[in-house]
């Protein structure tokens, strides 16, 4: 029994990883209707650029709060100078733009850091606490707890904002936001300028645990779209949960189904998803895309 | 005082002109009708004013040069289009649609007098105010999208087909609405309209358009019954 806790406790912790980044494909998602298939590519950048004000002699929160704005800035300016170009065409043009993307990023992360492992400090002191006879890191609990957080607010934002309106509203239908005055093209930047944001708070959360590489988020990405396509491409809620769940049954299969073991869990979150939009294609919390002709 | 005024407007999609010197003025709280074939350029004399259609000539609206402009900028003058094939916002709701239209606006009190407003306007939205765009009716969606341009609260609505592909009976009470609608805010109005009779009750004046031209302008009285009229219907 204080096995399975241990597993589970570790589950929650690795599936608050992939939640970070799902929330951060979900905004992009919401405000302009594309996923962003580069967002783990750009967290590690964040995670870099905090890393090197870290190196300068710079307090640790500080250094965030500074990669975060500037994620902020390059999140704006990729769409308003790459994605620009592809928005009024073929989504799948632009997705297809987004995997370029994510190639381009961890490039240049490569070029400028290598790809040792670098220690990233971590915001949260290493002690540990016990919970119902499971040790939980006071680190992981308060990544979880931060995900919680910005899943909160990130559902507030869409639903109860003026500006979540809005980017919901360009994400519909830009050409027809327009004539309602909506400025097209800012909102698309803000929307994934707060992507960018998220993800660095989500590159700057995991650093620590899986050390800062470029290719830290490639694995995390993959369950994030998991996670994503499971929970609802449209729900905050809907993409943690399913990312926990995610964490969690990767875990308990990994140890208790041998045959499956750690080589195969990654297969496990697609068998589910599989199983799952077979039975609700729109996802566990997902609203219907409903289109008449 | 004239609200609206095209001079010799043109315009093109690519190498293709489909405008060749439209000329037209909108009184302040007039009604103007655009009629003719299709292909005679009627909606794309709309897409000239809310910016999004490359345009040549003039424009001025409200005292100022507006050719050049973007949509949102059009529309922060105080223009709304309802465009053809009405533009709702599919996944977002009823309420939601009416308060993206009333984005601009900063008196959040008179908003939602205005949302009640417009349920009134079109009572069968009001069963409907928390149901996603998409999943109403044709009727129901023309609705909302006069209904979403009512709320930015404009001083020209430009409404295109508003009786496209709606049964009779239902284009005639989107029609009365609408009539109603001007009656009660005064907002001034250039209608793009394939049916006669609905166009007729709605316009004071209108113009006729045939390939990319003016043809022909006058009152309603004059040009109810014309021969021109039923040519450029009939695309003769």
Redesign the interface.
Known sequence: MGTFIQLVVDGLATGSIYAALALAIVLVNQATGLINFAQGGMAVLSAYIAYVFVQLGLPLLLAIIISVVLSFLFGALVERFLLRRFERGDPDTAVVVTIGLLTLVTGISAVLWGYNNLAFPSLFPLTSVEILGAVVSVRSLATAVTIVVIMVVLQLLFLRTKLGLALRAVADNPASAAFSGLPVGRLLMVGWGLAATLGAIAGVLVAPQLTLTPGMLDTALVYALAAVILGGLSSPIGCVVAASAIGVLENLVAVYIPLIGHDLKIAVPFALIFVILIIRPQGLFGRKVVVRV | MTLLELTVVTASYGPLQVLDGVSLSVPEGGSVGILGANGAGKTTTLRAI?G?VRTGGRIRFDGRDIRGL???QV??LGI????EGR??????SVR?NL???A??RKDRKAVAGDIDYCLDLFPQLQDRVGS?A???S?GEQQMLAVG??F??KPKLLLLDEASLGLAPSTAKAVYEAIRRLRLESGIAMLVVEQNANLAFSLVDTATVLETGRNVLTGSSAELKGMDEIRRAYLGG
Do not use: C, F, I
């Not at chain 2, 709304?80 to 465009?83: D, L, M, T």
């Not at chain 2, 533009?87 to 977002?92: S, V």
């Open positions: 809310s999004t973007r949509p949102d529309a922060a709304a289009h309802v465009p533009g709702t916002l599919g996944q977002l939601e308060l993206v239209g984005y601009l996603r998409a999943a109403l044709g979403r341009a709320m930015a």
